[in-house]
């Protein structure tokens, strides 16, 4: 059974991004931003897309994963615990459950990098939905 990836981008350019998920072997990188937009060069959802099936990596968004703006919020005025309580709240929702599920199904079928803005995991969301996939799975979580 493979890893669960994540990644985050912060400090990066494109092409290092691209680097790491293809060393690593991931096909498929899930981008968990609620909003898929980034002011930074080469990371907003089309751009990064297309960049990505160049290389034969599949990328798929899904905003029902994404943090809550007041988590959002939270997070970027270093407030990590406000932000975990917040996304913790968000995923007891049917919408966010649903999305859990296809995520799980995703990094069953393929090798999965969850993608955000966070260069460090641990403060950010997606740290926490990587263990939310390893709990239904089984499966050994590895920061790129």
């Known amino acids: 059974m493979h890893e669960i990836f994540t990644i985050g981008y912060e400090g990066l350019v494109q092409t290092q991004l691209l680097d790491l998920t293809a060393s690593a072997g991931v096909q498929v990188v899930l981008d968990v931003r609620a909003v898929a937009a980034s002011r930074k ?5 089309t751009v990064l897309a297309s960049s990505l099936a160049s290389k034969g990596v599949g ?3 899904d905003v029902r994963l994404g943090t809550p703006k007041a988590g959002r919020d939270a997070v970027r005025s270093g407030r990590v615990s406000e ?9 007891q929702s049917e919408p966010a459950q649903a999305a859990l599920a296809g995520a799980v199904t995703l990094a069953q079928t393929q090798p999965t990098c969850l993608l955000c803005y966070e260069r460090s995991a641990h403060d950010c969301h997606r740290n926490i939905l990587a263990h939310m996939i390893r709990a239904r799975t089984g499966q050994a979580i590895r920061h790129l």
């Open 41 to 45: 060069a080469g990371f907003s959802k």
């Open 59 to 61: 990328y798929v968004h």
């Open 83 to 91: 932000m975990i309580a917040i996304f913790d709240a968000h995923m």
